[in-house]
């Protein structure tokens, strides 16, 4: 009885599925395109600000539509059955499970204020206690470097020279001011000098970092003005979220037996 019922069910839906498809917002040479797809676009727009009105609602079934003739079309032509089609096709179900998985992780595990908070206070003390200002020169060989210390010694403008010479389009133009910063922000050998200098004074020797050599004089100093916790607590959750992800799939890791085909 279950099988007739099954086959006359079959039968009537080749005759008119459009009747049969409870969840259709429209059919295309018989071919259904869903409501839930349909709700899923409508809900998304609503959640950036979009007023889903009737106008936008046949917007939205259009393009599904045109989407749909196109979706024919290259099934007729075998493009679903191409190697390279079926590869992205497997990696676009992957990243979108993927990121699915991950937003749900963060959902399941939010971070909290006292995360948040402890992370402010480890930023704090990064800070460190003391912010600095100082212009700085920066050239490709040590030896530049050394001529330019001579040529301070001897009474040139030390803003001219960084115009003239330094290779920092950030402060190059600023006669090489690099405004107020804190040590944690700059390279170490950078900042251990700029820590040792006196107000007004200028490195005696040309200061090595990745980016080539550096002449530095320091201008002043102040107590420390970390920003406020609001202003970068949004930053810290962030940044306690990607060290927990990073945890959670090293976990994933530990678990798993990875073999990689040499």
């Not at 962030?238 to 945890?247: D, T, V, Y």
Request: proline share 3%; no cysteine; charged share 30%.
């Amino acid at each position: 009885m279950k099988l007739f019922q099954t086959l006359i069910a079959i039968a009537m839906l080749a005759l008119a599925p459009s009747a049969f498809a409870a969840d259709a917002l429209a059919t295309v040479n018989g071919k259904p395109i869903k409501q839930s797809i349909y709700d899923y676009i409508a809900k998304d727009a609503a959640a950036r600000g979009q007023k889903v009105d009737a106008q936008v609602k046949d917007l939205i079934t259009n393009k599904l539509v045109d989407s749909e003739l196109v979706y024919q079309e290259a099934q007729k032509l075998g493009l679903d059955k191409q190697p390279d089609y079926l590869a992205r096709e497997e990696l676009s179900r992957r990243e979108l499970l993927t990121s699915t998985f991950l937003q749900d992780y963060l959902k399941k595990n939010p971070v909290s204020d006292a995360d948040t908070k402890a992370a402010y206070e480890q930023y704090k003390k990064a800070y460190g206690e003391k912010e600095y200002s100082a212009r700085h020169i920066l050239v490709k060989t040590e030896a530049e470097a050394k001529d330019i210390i001579a040529q301070l010694g001897k009474g040139a403008d030390f803003a001219k020279l960084a115009k003239e010479k330094s290779l920092d389009p950030g402060s190059k133009e600023k006669g090489g001011d690099l405004g107020w910063f804190s040590p944690a922000t700059m390279v170490k050998p950078f900042s251990d000098v700029v820590a040792n200098l006196q107000k007004g004074a200028i490195s005696t020797t040309p200061v090595q970092t990745q980016f080539g050599w550096h002449v530095i004089k320091l201008i002043d100093t102040r107590a420390s003005q970390p920003l406020a916790y609001d202003k970068v607590k949004e930053g810290l959750q962030k940044n306690i979220q990607q060290r927990n992800l990073e945890k959670m799939m090293a976990d994933l890791r530990s678990k798993a037996k990875i073999d990689i085909s040499k």
